[in-house]
DNA sequence: CGATAGATTGAGTAGGGTCAAAGTTTGTGG
DNA sequence: CCACAAACTTTGACCCTACTCAATCTATCG
């Protein structure tokens, strides 16, 4: 019973057997998306039978100014990248999921040029990166996976950007919540309760603003019910729908019309 | 005569025959930059035989929503990519220059995300994605290529976020005038004399502020003497030493110390 | 030589940064 | 298991940077 039932007007009364909560066409989506990155990851673990080593939050993957060799997939757990520039500015410029890969940006300089640091246990995958090539020349399939993944990232890269750029403190929170709940969804994990493992001043950090920002914005998005606390603790967010969240996003835009010129 | 004279102390007391200004270890680097894209060029064109386009300012070369199918090369000329999200908003993600590569952003989506808009009249060369796949099963070096292209891409990205999270305006556009600078020396062309191609309003775009506040800061750069203008005009830019404006950047950090925590 | 797109500059304002003081968790060692 | 310390979070007060609005000036192109 895949497909939506346009509501019949004679529903039967009792709430009972209510059908479940409308499987939208979002939920398919998401299906679809966490099919494909399994299928993804067993292509990687028959075709290169990457090393296998399993992280706990802290644990560093690779870091900066270390000979490039490895490329990195995540089979499970959570992952910041940490670019550090020459002059001494620090910064969160990515986080990974599950079937992410890591390391890309090494390949261009031979060297990797940000610390991967582990936020939540799991299991990582390292590839040498001249096996991956040499594979890639074998399995075509397996190349189309490699571009597709750097593209995705390009593609992260430019909307974190976006977002950065265009929206204000309280909506880039807003949309920073949003894309989280997002990655978890395309996993097939649930997304009302999420707990981020990260400080507000790593989250600060990553959207450019002040942990006091930070902190502020989600008092704020708690006031309008968009996100809620849980009684003890406030390191977990629950989002009762992330739909609303969306819609907020969209409304910090629309007075200010955006557009170039 | 290309290595460095390391100063005879017994210099010859008339200027008339100064050996020229000090090639530093940066020209070297440029030369050496500016040969490999001339290489990854001769590559493309011998293993690919691209389809040569010339293109003017404001023509399109690709538009988002497209079906994706070619990756795109600047032979000359100068392009950006204009990304609109779904809900109207509209920014400058990327400034493309000789030898940059276009349309990575379209793999993953099987769509171009973004258009690509020439700002400088130039060559572009189109070439089949599945060619450019099959070639890349053939020649490594090629697959090399499009991967260092991909990485570069990513880490370009990077750059700009942390220049736009953690720079305050004035050192946003000394940073962007920099970085443009920077792109210029390293395909060989003279940098002390820019001509910018862009309005105000999409600098502003691109750095994430108001044409307004790039005005000032250009103002404010041009009062310090780090850059100036010519006497007729006030699209192109002078800058009299990379070195100071790189020097500027720098200063804006120490003050506020920006590490995490 | 107007018309129009673009650039500059000023005045006023507000969003977000800084500094500071509590309040909460979390973790560690007795 | 409790107590204390360290790390993290929240909230307030103040201030500054960058945005908004507006007027003026400059280039460019019919």
């Known amino acids: 019973m895949l497909s939506t039932i346009t509501g019949s007007p004679a529903a039967p009364s009792g709430p ?25 990851l067993q292509l990687l673990a028959r075709t290169l039978n990457p090393q296998r080593r399993v992280v706990r939050a802290g644990d560093t993957i690779y870091q ?43 390949i261009a300089k031979g060297r990797y040029v940000c610390d991967a640091v582990v936020m939540d246990v799991g299991e990582v995958w390292a590839i040498r990166y001249d096996a991956l ?8 399939e397996l190349m189309g996976l490699v571009h597709e993944a750097m593209s995705g990232e390009i593609l992260r890269d430019r ?48 959207l450019g603003m002040t942990l006091e920002t930070v902190s502020r914005a989600l008092s704020r998005l708690a006031k309008q019910a968009l996100i809620c606390f849980p009684e003890k603790g406030r390191r977990d967010i629950g989002i ?18 955006h557009t170039l010129q």
Chains 1, 2 share one sequence.
């Open 159 to 206: 909307d974190s950007m976006m977002s950065v750029c265009t929206l204000p403190a309280d909506a880039r929170v807003a949309d920073f919540l949003r894309d989280w709940a997002n990655n978890l969804a395309c996993r097939g994990l649930r997304t009302d309760q999420i707990s981020l493992c990260m400080t507000r001043a790593e989250i600060g950090n990553y």
């Open 16 to 40: 009972v057997l209510e059908p479940r909560p409308p499987r939208s066409l979002d939920d398919d989506a998401n299906r679809r998306a966490s099919q494909r990155i399994g299928e993804a």
């Open 64 to 106: 900066s100014g270390e000979a490039f060799s490895h490329l990195y997939v995540l089979n499970s757990g959570i992952c910041k990248l940490m670019s550090l520039s020459a002059d001494g500015r620090e910064q969160v410029v990515g986080l990974k999921f599950r079937g992410d890969w890591l390391g890309f940006s090494g």
């Open 240 to 257: 009762p729908d992330v739909g609303r969240l969306e819609a907020y996003v969209q409304r910090c835009l629309t007075p200010v019309g």
């Open 133 to 140: 090539l040499a594979a890639c020349g074998r399995h075509p």
